[in-house]
């Protein structure tokens, strides 16, 4: 059983960045691929970021326009999702989800394991 806590979520500025985090326990970190997603408020959960198991691949979805960037770093059990020029549209809540041996996957279904959600507001 795998747990996933994320963290560094805030009220920003549009034009900011910010770091979140996701620390993940009780399993094997470098087995599994990871996901971000997020969900605002009256909307549907969409994809964020995808990493494979072995860190070797990794997607944002094109809408991000390059401003999103996901990691991993196996030795401290913990996924990052940098978040760059953000904009009022990027406000939700925002998840990690792991995968055990994913590569990149968008669709939400195939994840094992999901955090609890950092909540990110854009304010202008």
């Known amino acids: 059983q795998v747990q996933l806590v994320e963290s560094g979520g805030g009220l920003v500025q549009a034009g900011d960045s910010l770091r979140l985090s996701c620390a993940a326990s009780g399993g094997t970190f470098s087995h599994y691929g990871m996901g971000w997603f997020r969900q605002a408020p009256g909307k549907e959960r969409e994809f964020v970021c995808s990493l494979s198991y072995n860190g070797g691949a990794t997607y944002c979805a094109d809408s991000l326009k390059g401003r999103f960037t996901i990691s991993k770093d196996n030795a401290k059990t913990t996924a990052y999702l940098q978040m760059n020029n953000l904009e009022l549209e990027d406000t939700a809540v925002y998840y990690c989800?792991?995968?055990?041996?994913?590569?990149?996957?968008?669709?939400?279904?195939?994840?094992?394991?999901w955090g609890q959600g950092t909540q990110v507001t854009v304010s202008s």
């Open positions: 989800a792991a995968r055990l041996l994913g590569v990149v996957t968008t669709d939400a279904r195939l994840y094992n394991y």
